[in-house]
């Protein structure tokens, strides 16, 4: 859009230009899993927004920045507690899958496709 | 698994290895990773939804909206009735556009649009949401005190115009329909449509008045 951001410059709101729609792509990626849960029903997209709020809330509560600019790491929040309380995953397979992840990435050698090895996390 | 594990150092990156993602990008590919194995997601879904909303889902698909809205009476009012239906007329639809509600600006109304508890948002017409619409400062403020938010983006509203606020839900999604500007009788829609901004859409600002003419 070449139109200027006008809302940009109110005092007391994050600037917001227009950058991408991610940051990063851990965004993309978690924004779409909750979009794609909701749309084969894993969740109802009300209690994918409830989830989302009450998150909010809490970081609001404790006094965690809201500026917006952390939004995404709000929305993973709500994701894997969403997760968690309909049972597609527990905790401790997701703990144990993060660690096997970091492990992969750490013996895998640059160039090479990262991946996880048999017995590194219980898929279950 | 035969490699030393090594959770004390901070280090994101080592010698031997690939630099470790953070600790919230394994998060997502730990879940990801999970859900995938059950069958709960499809990567290649994913990968579209994120090329969807990246590169093809834009302010530019409502304004193209307003634009036929302000050239096609009959188009105006079949959107003021039902804007899922008449939005989709233009092929804009699916995800959080499924219960849309336009709500028109007039010379004696202005309306704004917030979402006070997350960050509902009409995404086939205006795509995902800027920063400062998620942020706190503009969830509790756009309610507490519309006039002195717009006032601060440089909308100067008469004192007779009455300002409406609307707070979107999961269920219904709002979009505004600005007062088209004077002096545009002579342009088509795809002019009509450059004068069309995202926040204009949202109630923060008001459509730009064409160039090179007075307002």
């Known amino acids: ?124 | 698994m035969g490699d030393n594990h090594d959770h004390d150092h901070d280090h994101v990156h080592d010698h031997d290895g690939q630099d470790v993602p953070s600790a919230t990008a394994l998060r997502v590919k730990a879940l990801e990773s999970l859900l995938v194995e059950k069958g709960l997601v499809d990567p290649a879904a994913l990968d579209a939804l994120i090329d969807t909303y990246e590169s093809k889902i834009g302010p530019r698909n409502g304004a193209r909206v307003v634009a036929r809205a302000w050239a096609d009476p009959a188009y105006k009012q079949r959107l003021l009735k039902d804007a899922s239906s008449a939005i989709a007329e233009l092929g804009y639809s699916g995800a959080q556009g499924e219960h849309m509600v336009v709500v028109e600006n007039t010379p004696s109304v202005h309306n704004l649009v917030v979402c006070t508890l997350c960050s509902c948002y009409p995404w086939p017409v205006l795509g995902l949401p800027p920063v400062w619409y998620k942020s706190y400062a503009y969830r509790s403020r756009a309610v507490i005190d519309p006039r002195g938010v717009l006032a601060e983006l440089g909308v100067s509203l008469a004192e007779d115009v009455s300002v409406r606020v609307w707070d979107s839900t999961s269920e219904i999604r709002y979009l505004v329909l600005p007062l088209r500007p004077p002096n545009t009788d002579n342009l088509e829609e795809e002019a009509l449509a450059d004068l069309v901004s995202r926040d204009s859409m949202i109630g923060v600002a008001l459509p730009v008045a064409p160039e090179g003419r007075a307002r």
């Open chain 1, 1 to 124: 859009m070449s139109l200027p951001d006008r809302a940009a410059g109110l005092p007391g709101l994050p600037k917001d230009g227009n950058g991408p729609v991610f940051a990063e792509p851990w965004q993309a990626q978690a924004f779409a899993l909750a979009v794609e849960l909701s749309r084969r029903g894993a969740f109802t997209w009300t209690e994918w927004a409830d989830m989302l709020a009450a998150v909010l809330r809490e970081a609001t509560a404790r006094g965690a920045p809201d500026d917006g600019s952390r939004y995404y790491e709000h929305w993973l929040v709500a994701l894997e507690r969403l997760c968690l309380a309909k049972g597609l995953t527990d905790l401790g397979t997701l703990d144990g899958r993060t660690d096997a992840w970091e492990a992969a990435y750490r013996r895998t050698p640059h160039g090479k496709p990262v991946e996880l090895q048999a017995g590194d996390s219980a898929s279950t």
